[in-house]
């Protein structure tokens, strides 16, 4: 019997607490984020020029590496010594038009409330050609730490993800997938790590059991 198994039979006979509150930071990596960080790896080609990404530019560093010629950091708040820009997504605020080749917002959308103007800011922001990669949490618990400083809004599913981009960006520029199963949904529930599950069982997809969304949308030229 595997580690997860030993684990699991203890957990699937039901308990009133997670087994990590903090997502499965705290035993490895987070089951959101190996499908996130797959994502980047995938789309890694868009990932150049100049690029944004929120809160720090580790994604930036790791996926865009020499295609990166200008970093930026948005942050939403004065304080972060990492950021470049303090802006508003929603508004657009404090974030220059017409001037990312790239957007990495990953698990971003879910904390503005205003959803669609967000959406259309990204857009505006773009250069043509740009790209935005996006995550969504579809299963999740709420993230403590965001709901206490600036509220946790939204889970979407993929179908609400394409007309969300697609009424923006155009429904053929726009790749939505979902990603998860049961299995990995209570076991993100519960805090479990990624190594605590085989790959076959992260890998394996069910559309009524979504995990996380991930959503590719390109800015082509308007006719």
Not at 32 to 51: A, H, M, P, T
Not at 80 to 109: K, R, W, Y
Not at 123 to 152: C, H, N, P
Request: include cysteine.
């Amino acid at each position: 019997m595997t580690f997860f198994r030993h684990i699991w039979r203890s957990i699937r006979l039901g308990r009133l607490q997670p087994v990590s509150r903090s997502f499965g930071f705290d035993r490895g990596q987070p089951i959101d984020r190996y499908y996130i960080e797959r994502f980047l790896s995938d789309n890694s080609l868009d990932i150049k020029g100049r690029v944004l990404e929120v809160g720090d530019g580790e994604y930036t560093r790791v996926f865009g590496a020499e295609r990166v010629t200008k970093s930026d950091v948005l942050h939403a708040q004065p304080g972060n010594p990492e950021a470049t820009l303090v802006g508003n997504l929603a508004t657009g605020e404090g974030i220059p038009d017409l001037s990312f080749d790239c957007m990495i917002l990953t698990q971003t959308f879910p904390f503005i409330y205003d959803l669609q103007a967000a959406v259309a800011s990204t857009y505006l922001k773009l250069k043509e050609g740009g790209v935005l990669l996006a995550t969504f949490a579809g299963i999740s618990q709420i993230s403590r730490y965001d709901m206490d400083r600036w509220g946790d809004f939204w889970r979407l599913s993929d179908v609400a993800a394409r007309r969300l981009f697609g009424d923006v960006f155009g429904d053929q520029n726009v790749v939505v997938q979902s990603h998860g199963n049961v299995l990995v949904a209570c076991s993100f529930l519960h805090g479990l790590a990624s190594r605590e599950l085989t790959r076959a069982e992260l890998e394996y997809r069910d559309e009524d059991y979504q995990v996380l969304i991930t959503v590719r949308a390109v800015k082509r030229a308007r006719s």
